[in-house]
Structures are given as structure tokens and as C-alpha cells.
């Protein structure tokens, strides 16, 4: 799993960076992902130590199958 930048995933799901940003804080609160600064870029990845995140990882692989 690769860091993936806030103006990035915005552009995925078509929605503004700061309704991205707002939702990654979130998910960042949970401790389900981790933040890394790059510039003036934030970027995020999924942390895989967290329990919680493994589940959802293994429950969107099984859907996609």
C-alpha cells in the first residue's frame, strides 16, 4: 500500500480537497491511517497495524472478488 496524496484522492472521488482532507483527518483520529507531510503535500497511508484497518482491507478484497 502506497501513501496517496489529499489533491489525489480528491480527484478519485471527484470531490474538493478539503472534503477529502476533512474525511482523511477522520480517518486519521481512528487510527486507520497515518499522515506524512511532503512539501506542502499531505499525503496518507493505510496503517496496518491498526486491527480495524486489516478487517476493512480484507472485507474490500472479498468484494472485489
Not at 486507520?32 to 486491527?51: A, D, F, H, W
Amino acid at each position: 500500500y502506497h501513501d496517496i496524496c489529499v489533491t489525489d484522492l480528491a480527484k478519485v472521488f471527484k470531490i474538493t480537497v478539503s472534503a477529502a482532507s476533512q474525511q482523511l483527518r477522520v480517518l486519521e483520529r481512528l487510527g486507520l491511517v497515518s499522515r506524512t507531510r511532503m512539501g506542502q503535500r499531505v499525503c496518507y497511508k493505510i496503517n496496518l497495524e491498526n486491527p480495524a484497518a486489516k478487517r476493512l482491507i480484507k472485507l474490500l478484497r472479498a468484494s472485489n472478488t
